[in-house]
């Protein structure tokens, strides 16, 4: 292994990622996470993350206590970014600060790269990535990509409308501040965004508590969210407006029109 992140709590580290071995255990792992059954796509076909290796784009695993427990892949850009387009830590590791140690490992290798932002993607219907893409790192909604992979049948998602929001982490530049918490009154309408009836040029819009759970339980009501939302927030985000915060409770947060 080599490229240990020196800010990662203790006893975690990340690297980069070489070798056959290596990188079908992280195909495995990222499969354990997607909870991918027999016949599923996997989340990265592990001949795409060989190449990716290979060739100079970004495999990166974390290791607790000797223990591969998350993978990130990605490939460089045109516009010179470092898009990742996948990652994943092993349910038994979260809460321990690795998907932020990928994360900055990323951010790090793409500096190093002379690369200018690292991008993703994500469910904006997910509130628990919602809160750390957009609350903790800071990360930029650049757009709302309506069914952008097609049905999805990984074991994660549920071959419903693959809906996601792509965001940017800048390099450079001045740091993103919190949005307020959104407590002040509010009026919520029949798609589940919510006015400042002050006039105020704020929109809040609402994510489900558990989207995965509700999609096994009530595959019906997850069609709702992900029409209300694309609605809501898509609509608002073609309209202009911008992402400026995700809330503890689970609401997006938009400030006026660009």
């Known amino acids: 292994m080599a490229e240990l992140l020196t800010t990662a709590p203790a006893g975690l ?86 998907g932020r140690a990928l994360k900055e ?39 709302y990509l309506p069914d952008f992979y097609g049905p999805m049948t990984d074991g994660l998602n549920d071959g419903g409308p693959s809906d996601r929001l792509y965001v940017t982490w800048p390099l450079s530049g001045p740091e993103l501040t919190p949005a307020d918490d959104g407590r002040r009154r509010t009026v919520v309408d029949e798609a589940g965004v919510v006015h400042d009836p002050s006039g105020a040029a704020l929109i809040r819009c609402a994510t489900p508590p558990d989207i995965e759970r509700l999609r096994a339980e009530d595959p019906a009501a997850a069609r709702r969210w992900r029409t209300a939302l694309r609605e809501g927030l898509g609509g608002a985000l073609a309209q202009g407006y911008r992402v400026t915060g995700f809330t503890r409770d689970g609401w997006y947060l938009l400030g006026g029109a660009r």
């Open 105 to 143: 490992h990323q951010r790090e290798w793409a500096a190093r790269h002379g690369l200018t932002a690292v991008s993703w993607t994500f469910d904006p219907l997910v509130r628990r990535n919602a809160f750390f893409n957009l609350a903790r790192l800071g990360a930029g909604v650049a757009d």
């Open 13 to 98: 580290q990340v690297s980069t990622l070489h070798g056959t071995p290596d990188l079908q255990r992280a195909d495995r792992l990222l499969r354990e996470v997607w909870g991918s059954r027999p016949g599923d796509d996997p989340p990265l076909a592990l001949d795409l993350m060989c190449a990716f290796a290979h060739t100079g784009s970004y495999v990166g695993g974390a290791y607790l206590d000797g223990e591969l427990v998350g993978v990130a892949a990605g490939f460089l850009t045109a516009d010179r970014t470092l898009h990742s387009h996948v990652a994943g830590v092993a349910a038994a590791a979260r809460g321990r600060g690795v």
